[in-house]
């Protein structure tokens, strides 16, 4: 897990903050500009999708739906865990200039949690061994430390998958309402 983490965070400012992952470059568009926590008073405005300031698809000036191709659940956790980092300090990670650094951080984080995933998943389905080796080939897999330098979805699906997989195979094992509750998830 230390090499794991190691490979995922040295390095993380690679392309000095110029976004060259064109679905990286967008996402931070978005974050900037489209998406934001909404004011205590106005909490009602989460309910409807057009105009709510959490809806990464919510209306333009024009009235129309706008695009977005990505899940919305990984920055929604940057919205919330960055006014929380911004409130107890001088920062905003959630600037253009800051969210691909702090995205690319808790892609990271998430990451090793997939890693993590595998080393329970092999260790538990065929052994110490197996658990071992899954998680070194895991730890040392080329996509996903590559992937963990750009704030993108798909580390987090890969976390997602993984942990489903995980749990319906705890499932098979013994039929438990946690692990249900989990794959439902």
Known sequence: MIIAALLRFFG???DDGHYFHPDERFIATVMDN???????GDLGSLFEPATSPLNTRSND???NPQEFAYGSLPFLVAMVLGSIIGALSN?????????GEFG???????????????VLFARRAFGKLAGLIAGALTAFSVVLIQLTHFFTVDTWVTFFTTATLY???????????????????
């Open 167 to 185: 749990a319906a195979y705890r499932i098979s094992e013994r039929f438990e309402l946690k692990w249900l509750l989990l794959v439902g998830a």
């Open 34 to 40: 489209r998406i934001s926590l909404p004011s205590p």
């Open 104 to 118: 690319r951080f808790l892609t990271a984080l998430v990451d090793l949690g997939t890693v993590a995933i595998v």
């Open 91 to 99: 920062t905003d990670p959630l600037t253009y200039a800051n969210v």
């Open 12 to 14: 993380q400012d690679w």
């Open 61 to 63: 000036e024009a009235g």
